[in-house]
Each structure stands twice: as structure tokens, then as C-alpha cells.
């Protein structure tokens, strides 16, 4: 599966509804990574490569969305997106982790093993 461009309505649809909930409550099933990128930004287009290969290498344990900052302004307001790329990291357990900058290859496989496979999501 290759990478998901996502827009703000998907991402109140199957990440997080910021306008109806007041805690973060991951809605997605699988552990996920969000590319806040913009079209114009070199590093940006360093790692999108990367996050292609990587989407194909955890398919169907991961998924990787990406968020264009020019097209969906709002989310990228909620988050406070000052530098991109940043990445919005949610493991298995839910919990959200936000990284700016553009990741090698090498740490990103060690964040998606250690960090997103690692912690079982827990029924309530």
C-alpha cells in the first residue's frame, strides 16, 4: 500500500476528531505515521521516497498518511506545524509523538519498530 493523502476531514474521520472529543482518542486501527509536507520543500522531498519504500515495507501493520500544509491550513494550525516536514507518530497504544525534520531511513525503521509496533492497542 503506498502512502494516503489525507485532508482534514479525513483525518477527523479516521485519526482524531479535535472538534468533538477534548482528549486525544486514536481512532485508526493500525499504528500510524502523518507527513505534515509541503509540494515546495526540499527535505520534504528527501524523505517521501523513504516513506513510499516504508508504506510498502509495513503494509498491513502501518499506515503513513500525508498532510500538504498548503492545501489543509487547519490542521496544520491545530497541530502547530511551525517547520516541516514533521512527522506525527501514533503507535499501537494510541499515543501520539510529534518530530520535526526530515528523518533518515534508518531512524524512521527504528521509531516504527521500537516505538509504533511495539505497544498493543487496548480495548476500554
Avoid at 47 to 70: C, F, Q
Amino acid at each position: 500500500m503506498a502512502t494516503v493523502q489525507m485532508t482534514t476531514q479525513d483525518f477527523k474521520d479516521k485519526v482524531f476528531n479535535y472538534e468533538t472529543e477534548q482528549d486525544w482518542k486514536y481512532l485508526g486501527q493500525l499504528p500510524a505515521i502523518i507527513d505534515f509536507y509541503a509540494d515546495w520543500c526540499g527535505p520534504c522531498k528527501m524523505v517521501a521516497p523513504i516513506l513510499e519504500e516504508l508504506s510498502k515495507e509495513y503494509d498491513g501493520r502501518i499506515v503513513i498518511y500525508k498532510v500538504n500544509t498548503d492545501v489543509e491550513q487547519e490542521l496544520s494550525s491545530v497541530f502547530g506545524i511551525q517547520s516541516i516536514p514533521t512527522m506525527l507518530f501514533i503507535g499501537a497504544d494510541g499515543e501520539p509523538m510529534m518530530q520535526p525534520g526530515a528523518l533518515p531511513k534508518h531512524v524512521l525503521k527504528k521509531v516504527i519498530e521500537e516505538k509504533l509496533l511495539t505497544a498493543v492497542k487496548t480495548e476500554e
